[in-house]
Protein backbone atom coordinates (compact mmCIF):
# COMPACT_ATOMS: atom_id res chain seq x y z
CA UNK A 1 0.00 0.00 0.00
CA UNK A 2 2.92 2.27 1.12
CA UNK A 3 4.96 1.60 -2.28
CA UNK A 4 0.92 1.91 -4.18
CA UNK A 5 0.57 5.23 -2.77
CA UNK A 6 3.88 6.71 -3.63
CA UNK A 7 3.62 6.13 -7.08
CA UNK A 8 0.19 7.71 -7.09
CA UNK A 9 2.07 10.91 -5.56
CA UNK A 10 4.91 10.50 -8.30
CA UNK A 11 1.86 10.65 -10.73
CA UNK A 12 0.72 13.85 -9.06
CA UNK A 13 3.68 15.69 -9.36
CA UNK A 14 3.85 14.90 -12.90
CA UNK A 15 0.48 16.35 -13.03
CA UNK A 16 1.51 19.47 -11.33
CA UNK A 17 3.89 20.18 -14.17
CA UNK A 18 2.00 19.43 -17.00
CA UNK A 19 -0.32 22.29 -17.47
CA UNK A 20 2.67 24.99 -16.18
CA UNK A 21 4.62 25.32 -19.49
CA UNK A 22 1.44 25.13 -21.92
CA UNK A 23 0.87 28.94 -21.77
CA UNK A 24 4.30 29.76 -22.82
CA UNK A 25 4.08 27.35 -25.27
CA UNK A 26 0.73 27.81 -27.04
CA UNK A 27 1.13 31.65 -26.45
CA UNK A 28 2.90 32.67 -29.79
CA UNK A 29 -0.39 31.03 -31.72
CA UNK A 30 -2.95 32.15 -29.17
CA UNK A 31 -2.71 35.63 -29.29
CA UNK A 32 -3.45 36.33 -32.49
CA UNK A 33 -6.05 34.17 -33.22
CA UNK A 34 -7.70 35.92 -30.15
CA UNK A 35 -6.59 39.79 -31.20
CA UNK A 36 -4.87 40.67 -27.99
CA UNK A 37 -1.18 42.01 -27.70
CA UNK A 38 1.02 39.80 -27.64
CA UNK A 39 1.41 41.13 -23.83
CA UNK A 40 -1.15 40.48 -22.68
CA UNK A 41 0.03 36.73 -21.53
CA UNK A 42 1.52 38.27 -18.14
CA UNK A 43 -2.24 39.25 -17.80
CA UNK A 44 -3.51 35.86 -17.73
CA UNK A 45 -0.08 34.65 -15.64
CA UNK A 46 -1.14 36.71 -12.98
CA UNK A 47 -4.54 35.85 -12.35
CA UNK A 48 -3.36 32.45 -12.24
CA UNK A 49 -0.24 33.41 -10.14
CA UNK A 50 -2.60 35.29 -7.82
CA UNK A 51 -5.11 32.41 -7.58
CA UNK A 52 -2.34 29.89 -6.42
CA UNK A 53 -1.32 32.15 -3.65
CA UNK A 54 -4.88 32.54 -2.42
CA UNK A 55 -5.14 28.84 -1.90
CA UNK A 56 -1.74 28.37 -0.72
CA UNK A 57 -2.61 31.09 2.17
CA UNK A 58 -5.91 28.73 2.67
CA UNK A 59 -4.24 25.22 2.32
CA UNK A 60 -4.09 24.84 6.21
CA UNK A 61 -7.31 25.18 6.57
CA UNK A 62 -8.62 22.48 3.94
CA UNK A 63 -5.96 20.81 4.60
CA UNK A 64 -7.26 20.30 8.47
CA UNK A 65 -10.94 19.24 7.72
CA UNK A 66 -10.51 17.17 4.37
CA UNK A 67 -6.97 15.79 4.43
CA UNK A 68 -4.22 15.63 1.88
CA UNK A 69 -5.92 12.92 -0.28
CA UNK A 70 -9.20 14.63 -0.63
CA UNK A 71 -7.23 18.24 -1.23
CA UNK A 72 -4.96 16.55 -4.24
CA UNK A 73 -7.73 14.78 -5.79
CA UNK A 74 -10.40 18.07 -5.60
CA UNK A 75 -7.54 20.53 -7.29
CA UNK A 76 -6.49 18.25 -9.83
CA UNK A 77 -10.18 17.95 -11.03
CA UNK A 78 -10.44 21.76 -10.83
CA UNK A 79 -7.64 22.77 -12.37
CA UNK A 80 -9.03 19.63 -15.25
CA UNK A 81 -12.03 22.06 -15.06
CA UNK A 82 -10.19 24.82 -15.71
CA UNK A 83 -7.69 23.20 -18.58
CA UNK A 84 -11.21 22.37 -20.53
CA UNK A 85 -12.43 25.74 -20.14
CA UNK A 86 -9.20 26.89 -21.94
CA UNK A 87 -10.01 24.26 -24.51
CA UNK A 88 -13.27 25.95 -25.60
CA UNK A 89 -12.52 29.19 -25.38
CA UNK A 90 -12.73 31.77 -27.95
CA UNK A 91 -11.74 35.08 -26.39
CA UNK A 92 -9.09 36.53 -24.00
CA UNK A 93 -11.41 37.15 -21.42
CA UNK A 94 -12.56 33.70 -21.52
CA UNK A 95 -9.25 32.70 -20.43
CA UNK A 96 -9.10 35.02 -17.86
CA UNK A 97 -12.33 34.03 -15.97
CA UNK A 98 -11.24 29.75 -16.36
CA UNK A 99 -7.48 30.97 -15.40
CA UNK A 100 -9.17 31.87 -11.45
CA UNK A 101 -9.91 28.03 -11.11
CA UNK A 102 -6.82 27.16 -12.91
CA UNK A 103 -4.74 29.17 -10.44
CA UNK A 104 -6.72 28.03 -7.38
CA UNK A 105 -6.47 24.60 -7.81
CA UNK A 106 -2.51 24.49 -8.19
CA UNK A 107 -1.97 26.48 -4.91
CA UNK A 108 -3.51 23.59 -2.12
CA UNK A 109 -2.66 20.64 -4.13
CA UNK A 110 1.29 22.46 -4.16
CA UNK A 111 1.33 22.66 -0.22
CA UNK A 112 -0.56 20.01 0.79
CA UNK A 113 1.82 17.22 -1.29
CA UNK A 114 4.86 19.15 -0.01
CA UNK A 115 3.92 18.70 3.35
CA UNK A 116 3.16 15.57 3.10
CA UNK A 117 6.02 14.13 1.63
CA UNK A 118 8.18 16.12 3.93
CA UNK A 119 6.42 14.57 6.72
CA UNK A 120 6.30 11.21 5.82
CA UNK A 121 9.34 10.29 3.47
CA UNK A 122 13.19 10.74 3.13
CA UNK A 123 14.59 14.00 1.29
CA UNK A 124 15.69 11.83 -2.00
CA UNK A 125 11.95 11.52 -2.57
CA UNK A 126 11.28 15.15 -2.22
CA UNK A 127 14.03 15.65 -5.02
CA UNK A 128 12.86 13.40 -7.22
CA UNK A 129 9.02 14.16 -7.14
CA UNK A 130 10.55 17.92 -7.73
CA UNK A 131 12.41 15.61 -10.65
CA UNK A 132 8.67 14.29 -11.79
CA UNK A 133 7.33 17.91 -11.60
CA UNK A 134 10.26 18.59 -14.56
CA UNK A 135 9.01 15.80 -16.38
CA UNK A 136 5.70 16.92 -16.78
CA UNK A 137 6.92 20.53 -17.91
CA UNK A 138 8.87 19.37 -20.07
CA UNK A 139 5.88 17.00 -21.61
CA UNK A 140 3.46 19.70 -22.04
CA UNK A 141 5.06 21.44 -24.56
CA UNK A 142 5.55 18.76 -26.62
CA UNK A 143 1.80 17.74 -26.12
CA UNK A 144 1.05 21.27 -26.99
CA UNK A 145 3.02 21.19 -30.38
CA UNK A 146 1.32 17.84 -31.88
CA UNK A 147 -1.63 19.59 -30.92
CA UNK A 148 -1.23 22.64 -32.92
CA UNK A 149 -0.03 20.53 -35.80
CA UNK A 150 -2.85 18.37 -36.01
CA UNK A 151 -5.32 20.71 -35.19
CA UNK A 152 -4.84 23.68 -32.81
CA UNK A 153 -4.39 24.79 -29.47
CA UNK A 154 -7.63 24.19 -28.16
CA UNK A 155 -6.96 20.99 -28.70
CA UNK A 156 -3.68 20.79 -26.35
CA UNK A 157 -5.47 22.22 -23.80
CA UNK A 158 -8.03 19.24 -24.14
CA UNK A 159 -5.81 16.71 -24.44
CA UNK A 160 -3.80 18.17 -20.89
CA UNK A 161 -7.35 18.07 -19.00
CA UNK A 162 -8.44 14.42 -20.36
CA UNK A 163 -4.65 13.49 -18.60
CA UNK A 164 -5.69 15.60 -15.54
CA UNK A 165 -9.41 14.41 -15.63
CA UNK A 166 -7.86 10.24 -15.47
CA UNK A 167 -5.39 11.22 -13.11
CA UNK A 168 -8.48 12.90 -10.42
CA UNK A 169 -10.33 9.40 -11.42
CA UNK A 170 -7.24 7.42 -10.17
CA UNK A 171 -7.06 10.32 -6.93
CA UNK A 172 -10.51 9.68 -6.15
CA UNK A 173 -10.14 5.57 -6.66
CA UNK A 174 -6.80 6.10 -4.24
CA UNK A 175 -8.45 7.57 -1.31
CA UNK A 176 -8.07 4.43 0.91
CA UNK A 177 -4.61 4.51 0.74
CA UNK A 178 -3.63 7.83 2.38
CA UNK A 179 -5.95 6.25 5.31
CA UNK A 180 -2.89 2.80 5.65
CA UNK A 181 -0.46 4.53 3.62
CA UNK A 182 1.11 6.45 6.99
CA UNK A 183 0.85 3.71 8.66
CA UNK A 184 3.06 1.27 6.62
CA UNK A 185 5.99 4.12 6.03
CA UNK A 186 9.22 2.41 6.44
CA UNK A 187 11.51 5.78 6.16
CA UNK A 188 8.28 8.28 7.59
CA UNK A 189 10.66 11.73 8.61
CA UNK A 190 10.70 12.28 12.02
CA UNK A 191 10.78 16.06 13.24
CA UNK A 192 13.99 15.82 14.04
CA UNK A 193 16.77 18.13 12.24
CA UNK A 194 18.76 15.77 10.83
CA UNK A 195 22.55 16.37 13.46
CA UNK A 196 20.06 18.56 15.48
CA UNK A 197 18.30 18.39 18.33
CA UNK A 198 14.68 16.75 17.73
CA UNK A 199 11.72 19.17 17.91
CA UNK A 200 7.95 17.16 18.78
CA UNK A 201 4.41 18.91 17.87
CA UNK A 202 1.65 18.88 20.24
CA UNK A 203 -1.74 17.92 17.49
CA UNK A 204 -1.92 14.53 16.24
CA UNK A 205 -2.14 13.30 12.78
CA UNK A 206 -5.64 11.07 11.56
CA UNK A 207 -4.94 8.29 9.23
CA UNK A 208 -6.55 10.85 6.39
CA UNK A 209 -3.63 13.00 6.59
CA UNK A 210 -5.91 15.34 8.39
CA UNK A 211 -4.57 17.75 11.58
CA UNK A 212 -6.44 18.70 14.67
CA UNK A 213 -6.09 22.08 16.59
CA UNK A 214 -7.28 25.17 15.06
CA UNK A 215 -5.68 26.53 11.64
CA UNK A 216 -3.26 29.54 12.42
CA UNK A 217 -3.80 33.20 10.76
CA UNK A 218 -1.33 34.34 8.91
CA UNK A 219 -0.02 36.88 11.93
CA UNK A 220 0.36 33.93 14.27
CA UNK A 221 2.26 32.04 11.25
CA UNK A 222 5.04 35.29 10.91
CA UNK A 223 5.11 35.49 14.79
CA UNK A 224 6.69 32.11 14.48
CA UNK A 225 10.16 32.05 15.35
CA UNK A 226 12.43 32.12 11.86
CA UNK A 227 9.08 32.57 9.77
CA UNK A 228 9.61 35.91 8.08
CA UNK A 229 13.26 34.98 7.59
CA UNK A 230 12.33 31.37 6.12
CA UNK A 231 9.28 33.34 3.74
CA UNK A 232 12.22 35.55 2.27
CA UNK A 233 14.36 32.38 1.73
CA UNK A 234 11.35 30.68 -0.32
CA UNK A 235 10.46 34.34 -2.21
CA UNK A 236 14.46 34.92 -3.42
CA UNK A 237 14.71 31.75 -4.25
CA UNK A 238 11.91 31.25 -6.64
CA UNK A 239 12.91 35.14 -7.97
CA UNK A 240 16.22 33.98 -8.60
CA UNK A 241 15.06 30.45 -10.54
CA UNK A 242 12.50 32.34 -12.43
CA UNK A 243 14.76 35.38 -13.58
CA UNK A 244 17.51 33.26 -14.61
CA UNK A 245 14.96 31.18 -16.76
CA UNK A 246 13.22 34.28 -18.04
CA UNK A 247 16.25 36.70 -18.98
CA UNK A 248 19.14 34.25 -19.26
CA UNK A 249 18.57 33.84 -23.03
CA UNK A 250 18.57 37.27 -23.59
CA UNK A 251 21.29 38.01 -22.01
CA UNK A 252 23.30 36.01 -24.01
CA UNK A 253 21.91 37.41 -26.58
CA UNK A 254 22.13 41.00 -26.16
CA UNK A 255 25.57 40.99 -23.70
CA UNK A 256 27.62 38.31 -24.29
CA UNK A 257 26.88 38.07 -28.57
CA UNK A 258 25.83 34.41 -28.29
CA UNK A 259 23.36 33.87 -31.50
CA UNK A 260 19.80 33.67 -31.08
CA UNK A 261 19.79 30.05 -31.78
CA UNK A 262 22.50 28.60 -29.47
CA UNK A 263 21.40 31.10 -26.47
CA UNK A 264 17.69 29.32 -27.23
CA UNK A 265 18.94 25.91 -26.44
CA UNK A 266 21.72 27.24 -23.79
CA UNK A 267 18.71 28.22 -21.89
CA UNK A 268 16.52 25.18 -22.06
CA UNK A 269 20.37 22.99 -20.99
CA UNK A 270 19.54 25.56 -17.17
CA UNK A 271 16.04 23.63 -16.95
CA UNK A 272 17.24 20.15 -17.79
CA UNK A 273 20.06 21.61 -15.46
CA UNK A 274 17.50 22.06 -12.60
CA UNK A 275 15.84 18.70 -13.59
CA UNK A 276 18.64 16.43 -14.29
CA UNK A 277 20.23 18.16 -10.45
CA UNK A 278 17.20 16.88 -8.63
CA UNK A 279 17.34 13.38 -9.69
CA UNK A 280 21.08 13.49 -8.66
CA UNK A 281 20.24 15.34 -6.00
CA UNK A 282 18.42 12.70 -4.71
CA UNK A 283 21.07 10.16 -4.34
CA UNK A 284 23.00 12.63 -2.55
CA UNK A 285 20.56 13.22 0.13
CA UNK A 286 21.35 9.69 1.60
CA UNK A 287 24.95 11.03 2.27
CA UNK A 288 24.43 14.98 2.69
CA UNK A 289 22.06 16.25 5.01
CA UNK A 290 19.03 18.60 3.65
CA UNK A 291 21.03 21.58 5.18
CA UNK A 292 24.48 20.61 3.48
CA UNK A 293 22.37 20.09 0.19
CA UNK A 294 21.19 23.74 0.40
CA UNK A 295 24.33 24.99 0.93
CA UNK A 296 26.02 22.93 -1.53
CA UNK A 297 23.17 24.46 -4.19
CA UNK A 298 23.64 28.00 -3.27
CA UNK A 299 27.85 27.43 -3.75
CA UNK A 300 27.17 26.42 -7.22
CA UNK A 301 25.08 29.12 -7.75
CA UNK A 302 27.55 31.26 -6.77
CA UNK A 303 29.82 29.75 -9.01
CA UNK A 304 27.99 30.29 -11.91
CA UNK A 305 27.05 33.70 -11.13
CA UNK A 306 30.84 34.55 -10.83
CA UNK A 307 31.36 32.79 -14.46
CA UNK A 308 28.85 34.83 -15.73
CA UNK A 309 30.37 38.24 -14.35
CA UNK A 310 33.93 37.22 -15.25
CA UNK A 311 33.35 35.75 -18.81
CA UNK A 312 31.76 38.86 -19.92
CA UNK A 313 30.79 38.58 -22.89
CA UNK A 314 33.39 35.64 -23.27
CA UNK A 315 32.40 32.10 -24.63
CA UNK A 316 31.93 30.89 -21.06
CA UNK A 317 29.14 32.57 -20.23
CA UNK A 318 26.64 29.69 -21.20
CA UNK A 319 28.64 27.44 -18.63
CA UNK A 320 27.81 30.20 -16.09
CA UNK A 321 23.96 29.61 -16.94
CA UNK A 322 24.27 25.87 -16.97
CA UNK A 323 25.60 26.01 -13.44
CA UNK A 324 23.46 28.64 -12.21
CA UNK A 325 20.76 25.60 -13.11
CA UNK A 326 22.55 22.89 -11.43
CA UNK A 327 22.67 24.95 -8.10
CA UNK A 328 18.98 25.20 -7.88
CA UNK A 329 18.45 21.76 -8.14
CA UNK A 330 18.65 20.41 -4.42
CA UNK A 331 17.41 24.08 -2.77
CA UNK A 332 13.73 24.22 -3.43
CA UNK A 333 12.97 20.09 -2.46
CA UNK A 334 15.62 19.99 0.33
CA UNK A 335 14.41 23.98 1.85
CA UNK A 336 10.55 21.88 1.84
CA UNK A 337 11.88 19.10 3.78
CA UNK A 338 13.30 21.15 6.35
CA UNK A 339 9.95 22.52 7.03
CA UNK A 340 8.90 20.57 9.65
CA UNK A 341 12.19 20.23 10.95
CA UNK A 342 12.26 23.92 11.95
CA UNK A 343 8.66 24.63 12.54
CA UNK A 344 7.57 21.40 14.37
CA UNK A 345 4.61 19.24 12.85
CA UNK A 346 1.82 20.85 14.46
CA UNK A 347 2.98 23.90 12.01
CA UNK A 348 4.45 22.71 9.23
CA UNK A 349 1.14 22.93 7.00
CA UNK A 350 0.75 26.42 7.90
CA UNK A 351 3.67 27.31 6.84
CA UNK A 352 4.30 25.03 3.86
CA UNK A 353 0.96 27.65 2.51
CA UNK A 354 2.86 30.88 3.20
CA UNK A 355 5.76 29.73 2.02
CA UNK A 356 4.24 28.55 -1.13
CA UNK A 357 2.36 32.00 -1.29
CA UNK A 358 5.81 33.89 -1.37
CA UNK A 359 7.81 31.82 -3.82
CA UNK A 360 5.04 32.80 -6.19
CA UNK A 361 5.21 36.32 -5.01
CA UNK A 362 8.77 36.27 -5.77
CA UNK A 363 8.28 34.33 -8.91
CA UNK A 364 5.73 36.92 -10.26
CA UNK A 365 7.48 40.36 -8.86
CA UNK A 366 11.38 40.08 -9.65
CA UNK A 367 11.55 38.66 -13.57
CA UNK A 368 9.50 41.84 -14.10
CA UNK A 369 11.62 43.67 -12.30
CA UNK A 370 15.20 43.25 -14.07
CA UNK A 371 12.80 43.54 -17.29
CA UNK A 372 12.32 47.10 -16.45
CA UNK A 373 16.15 47.31 -15.62
CA UNK A 374 17.57 45.36 -18.29
CA UNK A 375 15.09 47.79 -20.51
CA UNK A 376 15.71 51.30 -18.77
CA UNK A 377 19.26 50.86 -17.63
CA UNK A 378 21.40 47.84 -18.81
CA UNK A 379 20.72 44.11 -19.47
CA UNK A 380 24.37 43.37 -18.00
CA UNK A 381 23.31 43.88 -14.81
CA UNK A 382 21.92 40.58 -15.01
CA UNK A 383 24.64 38.79 -12.84
CA UNK A 384 24.59 41.39 -10.10
CA UNK A 385 20.76 41.35 -9.92
CA UNK A 386 21.33 37.22 -9.12
CA UNK A 387 23.86 37.97 -6.72
CA UNK A 388 22.02 40.30 -4.72
CA UNK A 389 19.36 37.90 -4.77
CA UNK A 390 21.56 34.74 -3.63
CA UNK A 391 23.33 36.88 -0.97
CA UNK A 392 19.92 37.46 0.70
CA UNK A 393 18.44 34.22 0.16
CA UNK A 394 22.29 32.84 1.77
CA UNK A 395 21.45 35.90 4.48
CA UNK A 396 18.07 34.51 5.20
CA UNK A 397 18.07 30.40 4.98
CA UNK A 398 21.31 30.96 7.78
CA UNK A 399 19.47 32.97 10.12
CA UNK A 400 16.69 30.19 10.21
CA UNK A 401 19.24 27.32 10.51
CA UNK A 402 20.57 29.75 13.70
CA UNK A 403 17.25 30.68 15.22
CA UNK A 404 15.68 26.95 14.96
CA UNK A 405 19.07 24.97 16.32
Partial sequence: MFHLLLAVIYLSFISLGLPDSLLGSAWPSMYGELGVPVSYASIIFMIICGGTIVSSLQSDRLTRKLGTGKVTALSVAMTAAALFGFSIS???????????????????????????????????????????????????????????????????????ALIQLCLTILLFFSLPLWKSGKKNTGDEVPTAKQGSEEKTGDREESEEGTVSGKALSLPQILRLPAAKAAMLTFFCYCALEQTTGLWG??????????????????????????????FASGFLTMVLNDTKMVRLGQGIIFLGISVLMIAGTGAAAPVGLILTGLGCAPIYPCLLHLTPVHFGKEHSQAVFGVQMACAYVGSCVMPPLFGMIAEHIEIGLFPLYLAVILVVMIWMNERVNRITK
Avoid: K
Avoid at 254 to 273: K, N, P, Q, T
Fill in 90 to 160: DSFWLLCLWAVPYGLGAGSVDASLNNYVALHYASRHMSWLHCMWGVGASIGPFIMSYAMTEDSWNMGYRYI
Fill in 249 to 278: SSYLVLHCGVSEEAAARFASWFFIGVTAGR
